[in-house]
């Protein structure tokens, strides 16, 4: 079994839902989120990734998110981007890449936060759905309190094993 940290933002995103069951095949697999490490398999027990997560998250504090603009990305893409809070996220994956987790990181790619919320395999299809929302001006604020550990099974379901605080000392 594959599994996954992300950050599930608390905004208001029926409007988000409603262009992921367009445009994302996970639409309804999986809630909006920012993923923090990337699906791996791997025989570590459960226990040690939670405590190896919760060390990384007892160091920092919650922190505000400001999520707007949908843009294409690796041609096939669309991203909801991060505007506020990136430095931090992107803080929280290098520190959850360090240790335990190391081995599963993608030297190949840079990261970049965001949320996914279209995979259009089709050229064209892609190029129209990035000019149609190269207007969309909707600006979602929260704060970030919380990492998640997620289970992802063999049809792609995410089911959510824990739910660790941001909380520095």
Known sequence: MKRAIHIFPEIESEEIQRIRKVHDPLWDKI???????????????QSQIISHVCNVASEMNPFPLVLKEITGASDEYLFLNVKKGNDSIIHLHDQLYKGLLHPFRNQFNTYTPHITVGRIGIMEEFH???????????CFHTDVTEIVIEEIDERDVSRVISVIPLESQ
Do not use: C, G
């Open 31 to 45: 809630p909006p989120h920012i993923t923090l490490v990337f699906p791996f398999t791997s025989n570590i027990p």
């Open 128 to 138: 129209r759905a990035v000019r149609e929302y190269e207007k969309w001006s909707d």
